[in-house]
C-alpha cells in the first residue's frame, strides 16, 4: 500500500489534465466531481503546483489563517500557486472528496528535482554510517511499495526518483519510530521531498489545449 499522500500526486496530475495528457476519469476519482470543476476554472491563472504536509514539513501556507487550519487539520494539502502574487488556492481534502479554497498569495515552490535527488543520496550515505558506527538492527518487515505511477510523457529522469524515492519511503516508514535514528528520520525527510519532486511539474502548467472534462480513462 503506498505511503504517498494524494497531495502529492496531485502536483502532477492536475497539470497532465489541464494539457490533455490525462483523462478527467484520473483526477475524479481523486478530488470528486466538485472539485475537478472548480480545478477546471483556474488551469489559465496557474503556473506551479506544490503539496503540503506538515507531518514531513514539506510546503508552507499562504494563508489567511481559515485556509491554514483546514490543511493542518487534515494533515495534506495542494498549494495552486497564480503568477505575478496573485492571490493562490489551496486544496484540501474533505471527506471522500476535496474543497478548493481561495488563499492569499503563495510563495513560489523551492523543490527542484536534481537538487532533491542529491538529498535523498546524501541522507541514505549518512543513515548507512550510522547504522555502521552503532550497530543498529531493524527487525520490521518492508511492505512492497505500490504508488500511482507519474502522468504520461512523464520523463525517465522522474520516474527514476519517484521509483527510488518510495522504496526508501517505504522502509524507512516501517520502522517503529522509537527504533529510529535521526539520520534514519532524514532519509524519511528527503524520500518525501524527492517524491514530491519527482511528481510536480518542470515547467509552468499553462497550456493553450482546452481542459478535458472527459472522463475517459488513458
Given at each position: ?14 497539470p497532465?489534465?489541464?494539457?490533455g495528457s490525462a483523462?478527467?476519469d484520473d483526477l ?9 470543476d ?21 510546503g508552507?501556507?499562504?494563508g ?12 495534506q ?6 503568477a ?65 505511477p507519474?502522468?504520461p ?12 524515492a ?40 499553462h ?12
Amino acid at each position: 500500500m503506498t505511503v504517498v499522500p494524494a497531495a502529492f500526486q496531485l502536483t502532477g496530475w492536475i497539470p497532465a489534465w489541464w494539457r490533455g495528457s490525462a483523462g478527467g476519469d484520473d483526477l475524479l476519482e481523486l478530488v470528486g466531481p466538485a472539485a475537478l470543476d472548480a480545478l477546471g476554472a483556474l488551469r489559465t491563472s496557474t503556473v506551479a503546483l506544490t503539496a503540503y504536509c506538515p507531518e514531513l514539513g514539506v510546503g508552507v501556507l499562504p494563508g489567511p489563517a481559515t485556509v491554514n487550519r483546514s490543511a493542518v487539520a487534515t494533515g495534506q494539502a495542494v498549494i495552486l500557486h497564480a503568477a505575478h502574487r496573485a492571490p493562490s488556492h489551496v486544496l484540501v481534502p474533505h471527506g471522500a472528496s476535496w474543497t478548493l479554497l481561495a488563499a492569499d498569495p503563495a510563495r513560489p515552490p523551492d523543490l527542484d528535482l536534481r537538487s532533491a535527488a542529491s538529498d535523498l543520496a546524501q541522507a541514505v550515505v549518512a543513515a548507512e554510517h550510522a547504522i555502521r558506527e552503532t550497530s543498529a538492527r531493524f527487525d520490521a518487515a518492508v511492505p512492497r511499495a505500490s504508488v500511482r505511477p507519474l502522468p504520461p510523457h512523464a520523463d525517465p529522469e522522474r520516474k527514476g526518483l519517484l521509483v527510488r524515492a518510495v522504496r526508501l519511503w517505504t522502509a524507512v516508514a516501517a520502522i517503529p519510530v522509537a527504533q529510529r535514528t535521526s539520520e534514519v528520520d532524514q532519509v524519511l525527510t528527503a524520500a518525501a521531498r524527492a517524491t514530491l519532486a519527482a511528481y510536480m511539474e518542470p515547467q509552468p502548467v499553462h497550456s493553450s489545449l482546452p481542459a478535458r472534462h472527459s472522463r475517459r480513462r488513458v
